[in-house]
């Protein structure tokens, strides 16, 4: 069993930047394919980052450049920092998991380096809104 539990998030101004994070705790050591997923009102979830167990990271082209994501292994936390913020950036920003033997998410990774949110656990959820 997983359970995840985003913090941060808010709101900010175009061009700024927001940082979110996700407590990762599981009852059983398992190397896991994390990663972020955003839904805005009226659009399916989209994969924004992920990071797989040897640490290989993977973007949206949407936010390829913008976007870091990175996780503190001795602590379980995931990172997603979020920089140049633009106003369709605006979503819910869920943190999710999917394991052994998807470790290396290859049930998120499409041959066309999309990401598909193929995850079997996620987070409740954290908003960030940019305005304008």
């Known amino acids: 069993q997983v359970q995840l539990a985003e913090s941060g998030g808010g709101s900010v101004q175009a061009g700024g930047s927001l940082s979110v994070s996700c407590v990762v705790s599981?009852?059983?050591?398992?190397?896991?394919?994390m990663g972020w997923v955003r839904q805005a009102p009226g659009k399916e979830r989209e994969g924004v980052a992920v990071?797989?167990?040897?640490?290989?990271?993977s973007y949206s082209d949407s936010v390829k450049g913008r976007f870091t994501v990175s996780q503190d292994n001795a602590k379980n936390i995931l990172y997603l920092q979020m920089n140049n913020l633009k106003p369709e950036d605006t979503a819910m920003y869920y943190c999710?998991?999917?394991?052994?033997?998807?470790?290396?998410?290859?049930?998120?990774?499409?041959?066309?380096?999309?990401?598909?949110?193929?995850?079997?656990?996620w987070g409740q959820g954290t908003q960030v809104t940019v305005s304008s």
């Open positions: 599981a009852n059983t050591y398992r190397t896991y394919c």
């Open positions: 999710a998991a999917d394991m052994y033997p998807y470790n290396n998410c290859q049930r998120v990774r499409r041959y066309d380096g999309a990401l598909v949110p193929n995850f079997v656990y």
């Open positions: 990071i797989d167990s040897d640490g290989t990271t």
